[in-house]
Each structure stands twice: as C-alpha cells, then as structure tokens.
C-alpha cells in the first residue's frame, strides 16, 4: 500500500455525487499518475449508498485516498472549494468523477508550472461522447489567459487547471444564483482581475465525458450564466458583454465545425473509457 506525506505535493480534487458508474476508470488514471506524491480528495456530495460504498473500498485500498461526506448534495462548486480547504499540497488540481487524465499529467503540469514560474495552468483535453468512447475534438484554450482571452474564447476546462495552493484559499468558485452554472468560468475570471498569471500547456493531458443532455437547455443555461457572470462579477457594461458573449459561442461552433469535417489528432495513449 502507497502512503502520503503529511505535505503532499498535489492535492487533487474530485467531487463525487452518484458516479458509482463511471469512477472506477477516473481512479485508475489517478493511481497510474507517473507523479506519485499526491492525495486524492473525494468530496462525496450526497450520493446514494451504492456509491458511497465505491469510495469506501477505494479509501481502503489506498493511504492517499481522502474521503469528505456531505449531508446532502451541495453542487460541484462548493463541494471544489470544500476540498480546497482541506488540501494539504503545494499544488492543486481538479478532476470530476466521470472524467479521465493521462497519466503524466501531474509530472507535466507540476514541472512547467514550476519552469515558468505560474500561479495557475492549464492544457488541451479532449472531449469524447459516454458509451462509444468516440473522441469528439480537442480544446485548446488561449497561450495565456487575461480577461480579454479568457471572455473571448472557451477552452480553459476545470479538469485542466492546477493551481498553486497558497493563492486557493478556503475556495475560488463563487456561489452563483440558483439556476445558473460556469462556476469555474467566474472562478478563473476572478483569479484573472486578481492580477494572477495563467498560461496553456499546450498539450492534451486529459479526456472530458459527454453525457447525453438537452443540448438546448444547456445553452440557454450556460449562456445566462455567463452574461450573468460578464456584467455583475466582472464589470463589463452590456456592449463589451455582448462582444464577448457573442465571440465565445461563435469560437465554440466554429471549433465544432472544425470537429465534424476532420477528426482530432489523437496522440495520446487509449484510455479507459468506460
């Protein structure tokens, strides 16, 4: 059995609410990391028994493993920032339950962080569609992220992100109102006008889950969420917003249409999909 250090160098951070299914994969990239000096923080966000029983057995199988129970289920965004007030490493990363990292992840993005002397990265990942494990695209967000890229463009996806734990906190998703989403999106605008500095590690080191869901509703929701985010958390009056709201949703439907007419280079070993 692996053990952890008091201080280990990476904490990593997954919030967990009914993922029994799909978290045996995500834990096998985790375990075959080529950086072993980390701890694994589950956040179980209340989740039915079957998987509250999955993280158990994990628990057990490994001394990095961290088990967090909330008494009922919070959302992703608290869960995240629950796990960061509990983290004990130098660096911290997110992983969601349903999703998959290379296995030099950690390696890569500790070291360039610590070569480029960042407060926070992040690389490409690709997205594939749950159940045919087919790769859709790959995400690529911009060289380095200041508000004007950041608002501009997507590309800057959670399960990317490390972060230099001294600048984390107690949390840095914002509680948003009921009914909106993008916590992260706020989160790294507000690291941004915080004076921050972020940049791309220009490499895919991790696959995103799609999940069946309405695609129409989920538009409509991410885009509120994001105006709600442009004009009240950053600032921006209702032209530069529009600019930007604008820019984004055509940068994502051109990368799509990119997408369907050439497949993604796919240089990565084959994950576990399912």
Same mark, same amino acid.
């Given at each position: 059995?692996?053990?952890?250090?008091?201080?280990?160098? &990476?904490?990593?951070?997954?919030?967990?609410?009914?993922?029994?299914?799909?978290?045996? %994969? /995500?834990?096998?990239?985790?375990?075959?990391?080529?950086? +072993? $000096?980390?701890?694994?923080?589950?956040?179980?966000?209340?989740?039915?028994?079957? !998987?509250?029983?999955?993280?158990?057995?994990?628990?057990?199988?490994?001394?990095?493993? #961290?088990?967090?129970?909330?008494? /009922?289920?919070?959302?992703?965004?608290?869960?995240? =920032?629950?796990?960061?007030?509990?983290? *004990?490493? $130098?660096?911290?990363?997110?992983?969601?339950?349903?999703?998959?990292? $290379?296995?030099?992840?950690?390696?890569?993005?500790?070291?360039?962080?610590?070569?480029?002397?960042?407060?926070?990265?992040?690389?490409?990942?690709?997205?594939?569609? $749950?159940?045919?494990?087919?790769?859709?695209?790959?995400?690529?967000?911009?060289?380095?992220? /200041?508000?004007? /890229?950041?608002? %501009?463009?997507?590309?800057?996806?959670?399960?990317?992100?490390?972060?230099? #734990?001294?600048?984390?906190? =107690?949390? &840095?998703?914002?509680?948003?109102?009921?009914?909106?989403?993008?916590?992260?999106?706020? +989160?790294? %605008?507000?690291?941004?006008?915080?004076?921050?500095?972020?940049?791309?590690?220009?490499?895919?080191?991790?696959?995103?889950?799609?999940?069946?869901?309405?695609?129409?509703?989920?538009?409509? *929701?991410?885009?509120?969420? &994001?105006?709600?985010?442009?004009?009240?958390?950053?600032?921006?009056?209702?032209?530069?917003?529009?600019?930007?709201?604008?820019?984004?949703?055509? !940068?994502?439907?051109?990368?799509?249409?990119?997408?369907?007419?050439?497949?993604?280079?796919?240089?990565?070993?084959?994950?576990?999909?399912?």
């Amino acid at each position: 059995m692996i053990t952890t250090s008091a201080k280990p160098l &990476v904490s990593i951070i997954t919030p967990v609410h009914n993922d029994g299914k799909y978290i045996g %994969a /995500t834990a096998n990239s985790i375990l075959q990391q080529s950086l +072993a $000096d980390y701890e694994w923080i589950l956040i179980d966000d209340g989740s039915n028994g079957e !998987t509250a029983e999955v993280l158990a057995r994990l628990a057990a199988s490994d001394a990095r493993i #961290r088990i967090i129970t909330n008494p /009922t289920a919070y959302g992703p965004a608290r869960a995240r =920032n629950i796990g960061i007030a509990a983290a *004990r490493g $130098d660096f911290v990363a997110f992983l969601d339950a349903d999703d998959i990292w $290379d296995t030099s992840k950690l390696e890569q993005q500790v070291g360039f962080m610590r070569d480029h002397a960042l407060d926070f990265s992040y690389h490409d990942y690709i997205p594939f569609e $749950d159940g045919s494990g087919r790769p859709i695209s790959r995400i690529r967000g911009p060289k380095r992220l /200041t508000l004007f /890229t950041h608002n %501009a463009r997507r590309g800057v996806g959670c399960l990317a992100v490390m972060l230099k #734990r001294n600048i984390a906190g =107690n949390g &840095v998703f914002p509680a948003m109102p009921p009914g909106l989403v993008a916590e992260d999106f706020a +989160a790294w %605008a507000i690291l941004i006008k915080g004076g921050l500095r972020g940049e791309r590690l220009p490499k895919a080191l991790a696959w995103y889950r799609v999940r069946k869901r309405s695609f129409s509703s989920n538009k409509v *929701r991410s885009a509120r969420s &994001v105006w709600f985010i442009m004009r009240k958390l950053e600032g921006f009056g209702k032209i530069t917003a529009t600019f930007f709201l604008a820019s984004f949703f055509c !940068t994502t439907m051109a990368s799509r249409l990119v997408a369907r007419v050439s497949a993604p280079v796919q240089t990565l070993t084959s994950p576990p999909w399912h």
